[in-house]
């Protein structure tokens, strides 16, 4: 049997400018940071022939072109299992749809199983790839390339997404201090709504792609904050971040109307009120996690508690999508 694991992720600047409508053309950067909440994908070799799936459904189907997962259907092909004979699993600590990338992070723990099943190796730059290529070439969903190489490389990384479609990734160079400051004080509340990302980003991905200026605009300056939180996190100043992420939550609003509701707003402002510096719903919008940095984080802890929402502790991950077991 094989184990794989990948982390889902949090965004601490530049979420967005990863799609490629935007960095075809201007070229993205984001910071992303993989987090100890994962994604399992086991794979087996069954006694009987054909395809055996365990999912949020079951399949036993005989070959690659008779599944119903999208993700698992390309990958198989992707890999040319002329006579496939595999049982896959997949499990995860947080369900899907709640904004912490767990559709990049389990293509990358199956590529991941996949590969180790047949008894190969794969370099993080090129799972990722792979990643990218199922989702966003083959699958044509309206995605980014965040949660992919966030998922492969683990860590707290910047990304630079190039016009060629290419990408550059290099660790966030921040002390040891500012790394426990963070693991400390930022918080993450369940809103208890989930959402498919697609619909959001299919909104961003159609305007880009027609020049609208002022969405243009808007990623442009969402970049630009990502650039101002790396200096900021790299010289230790933890309180100017704080306030970055409350900026980059605006500008993130004006993008869609779907983005954030009159709960949302009320939940953001009652944290902001009580002991947040700043914060921003986690990916796409429209529901998930609402992560907050906290100034006073037990007097954030006890108001987000008391308004019903539900707190996920995390720690940083920075060993990316691994084999646990083969």
């Known amino acids: 049997m094989i184990i794989a694991r990948s982390p889902l992720r949090i965004t601490l600047g530049g979420g967005g400018t990863d799609l490629p409508s935007y ?20 794979a087996m070799r069954p006694f009987v022939p054909g395809i055996f799936l365990k999912y949020s459904q079951l399949e036993h189907v005989q070959s690659a072109d008779e599944v119903q997962h999208p993700i698992i259907r390309e990958a198989i092909r992707m890999l040319e299992f002329r006579t496939p004979q595999m049982e ?37 730059s090129d799972l990722a ?3 990218c290529d199922i989702e966003i070439d083959r699958l044509n969903e309206p995605v980014g390339k965040q949660d992919q190489y966030i998922a492969a490389y ?17 660790p966030l160079a921040i002390s040891f201090d500012t790394v426990a400051d963070l693991e400390d004080n930022l918080l993450l509340f369940f809103t208890g709504f989930s959402r498919s990302a697609g619909s959001i980003l299919k ?11 002022e969405m243009i605009r808007n990623l442009h300056y969402v970049k630009e904050l990502a650039y101002r939180s790396q200096q900021a996190l790299i010289g230790g100043r933890v309180a100017e971040f704080g306030a970055l992420l409350h900026e980059h939550w605006e500008h993130k609003k004006r993008r869609s109307g779907g983005m954030s509701n009159p709960q949302i707003d009320e939940w953001y402002d009652l944290g902001m009120q ?12 429209g529901g998930g996690f609402l992560m907050f940095y906290a100034a006073d984080r037990n007097r954030l802890r006890h108001a987000m508690s008391r308004a ?7 720690r940083f991950d920075f060993e990316g999508t691994k084999i646990l077991l083969s």
């Open 23 to 42: 960095y075809r053309d201007h070229t993205g950067f984001l910071i992303a940071a993989a987090i100890d909440k994962y994604v399992y994908v086991t």
């Open 88 to 124: 896959i699993t997949t499990l995860a600590d947080i369900p899907s749809g709640t904004g912490l990338g767990s559709s990049g992070s389990f293509t990358t723990a199956l590529i991941k199983a996949l590969y180790a099943h047949r008894r190969r190796t794969i370099l993080p």
């Open 129 to 131: 790839r792979l990643a």
């Open 154 to 170: 683990g860590g707290i990384t910047c990304f630079q997404f190039n016009p060629d479609e290419t990408v550059s990734a290099e």
């Open 203 to 213: 909104d961003q991905k159609s305007r880009s792609q027609h020049g609208d200026d």
């Open 274 to 285: 009580n002991g947040a510096a700043g914060g921003k719903l986690v990916g796409a919008g």
């Open 308 to 314: 019903g929402l539900e707190e996920v502790r995390f």
